[in-house]
């Protein structure tokens, strides 16, 4: 688990620090220079730091002074003197000019072998100075010091230029914008740097290994007492998505799982796998509204059940009969999530209920743009766990979690349907629905990052590897 906390909350920290503001400046400087040597700054190694007029750029000014004892030839190149009252910043740059570090107003760029970014910190809002602009596109490497100039720390957005650094060195804990729209891109590599503050208010939590869970399944365990998943879904043209989900259970440890779905597309099921169960309902090739009874008698064996996976378009009636109808745990997914005219049957639900939408499936059920802050709000007004997809994918429930182990080679058709199999076969494993979410988001992201290692991620051979995460 690691730490995320916004710019407000680091600065609240800085100021509650028992800690003199010169001593954390002093080691954030120190952690910059570091970073700087592992980049190559040594001996005659031109060093351009550009210094903002607060706190990031006393960093700046530290690590100068480093470097220069280290033999590199530092200049920085400064927007001005350190703003008045700002005793740590002053005193930082009268060190680094006593080491033999040259001071020089910022003008247009000068040769240089490394750029350290020291302009503006965490606290950031607005458009760079002009003056700043040219230096965005020399071509020489970039460490950035806490984040990117021009990169609103609190979210990733770039509302004007920035700078794109290849290595950015934040303090005590990551900032949302390091994680969030173009931080990414623009950060680079981002190392933490403790420099002593404690604790700390989080944004959110950062989703690692020991925080996604896998129980052992007991010694006297058989197929039924392993953890039993249903997957309600299938319609002429997207067979496949229900049998991704079932097969995604099965592989995430699921003791057994069927796909329940019309009873005109039961052969074509029962064909594609010799794994899966299947159960067809009604007459036809979709269900329909009177179908919900059959279905829920035909599912009522099973620990959990998904509903959406290749359902298809045009079944409110359907999907809200189970919502209120299905008295135990239900991943909602997909075509279910397109099913529903706003959060109203969610809300109804007294049972546990996790749902998967990806940003544009959270745009249609809520009305809103998919942001954790608002996925967040939904746990307390409507109970249900929101595993929002994206990059990273939030896990949001009691706690707002980020997982980041998977990556643009999940944006394949049908990865997510073995995600939705991942989190019901951990619920029903014994997890709860938050964390079954959570250890689920981990583990398939990381099953799909180690494949695309070998070949294309494809939903199919997704599912044949997750088993290798389950236990």
Request: with cysteine; charged share 15%; hydrophobic share 45%.
């Amino acid at each position: 688990m690691q730490l995320v906390i916004t710019p407000e909350e680091s600065g609240r920290l800085d100021l509650a620090s028992a800690e003199p503001v010169e001593v954390l400046m002093e080691r954030a400087g120190l952690a910059v220079a570091l970073a700087a040597v592992e980049m190559g700054a040594g001996y005659g190694v031109r060093v351009a730091v550009l210094a903002g007029t607060g706190n990031n750029g006393g960093d700046g000014y530290v690590a100068a002074r480093y470097l220069a004892r280290r033999g590199c030839a530092v200049t920085v190149y400064t927007l001005g003197p350190p703003k008045e009252g700002n005793a740590a910043a002053q005193k930082a740059a009268t060190a680094a000019e006593a080491s033999g570090v040259r001071v020089k107003p910022l003008g247009a760029p000068q040769p240089a072998d490394l750029l350290i970014d020291a302009l503006f910190g965490v606290g950031f809002s607005g458009s760079l100075p002009d003056v700043a602009a040219p230096w965005i596109e020399t071509d020489v490497p970039v460490l950035a010091v806490d984040v990117p100039s021009g990169l609103d720390a609190a979210t990733g957005d770039v509302p004007g230029k920035a700078f794109t650094a290849d290595h950015t060195v934040t303090f005590h804990a990551l900032k949302p914008g390091h994680l969030l729209g173009e931080g990414p891109e623009r950060c680079g590599t981002v190392t933490t740097a403790d420099i002593g503050l404690r604790g700390g208010k989080a944004a959110m939590l950062i989703c690692g290994e020991a925080d996604a869970a896998r129980p052992a399944r007991p010694r006297k365990s058989h197929k039924w007492s392993a953890g039993s998943v249903a997957v309600v879904g299938g319609s002429p043209g997207i067979t496949g998505a229900p049998m991704l989900a079932a097969r995604g259970a099965l592989a995430m440890g699921a003791g057994s799982a069927a796909v329940v779905c019309p009873r005109a597309l039961q052969p074509t099921y029962a064909a594609l796998s010799d794994d899966v169960m299947t159960r067809g309902v009604g007459s036809g090739s979709r269900f329909t509204g009177d179908d919900v009874d059959a279905v829920i008698e035909q599912a009522r064996r099973f620990d959990v059940m998904i509903v959406g996976p290749g359902l298809g378009l045009g079944q409110d009636r359907f999907v809200e009969g189970l919502l209120s109808g299905w008295d135990g745990p239900m991943v909602v997914d997909a075509d279910a999530l397109n099913a529903l005219q706003g959060t109203e049957a969610l809300a109804a639900r007294t049972a546990p209920t996790v749902i998967t939408p990806h940003a544009g499936e959270f745009r249609r059920l809520t009305g809103q743009e998919a942001d954790y802050r608002v996925a967040a709000t939904l746990p307390e007004e409507m109970g249900v766990v929101v595993l929002l997809k994206g990059n990273p994918t939030f896990v949001l429930g009691s706690q707002v979690w980020a997982v980041r182990s998977g990556g643009p080679e999940l944006a394949t058709i049908g990865t997510g349907d073995v995600l939705a199999g991942m989190v019901a076969a951990l619920w029903a494993r014994g997890l709860s629905g938050e964390a079954a979410a959570r250890s689920a988001a981990f583990w398939h992201g990381r099953a799909a990052a180690e494949l695309s290692q070998h070949m294309t991620v494809t939903a199919g051979l997704l599912a044949n590897v997750v088993g290798q995460y389950a236990w």
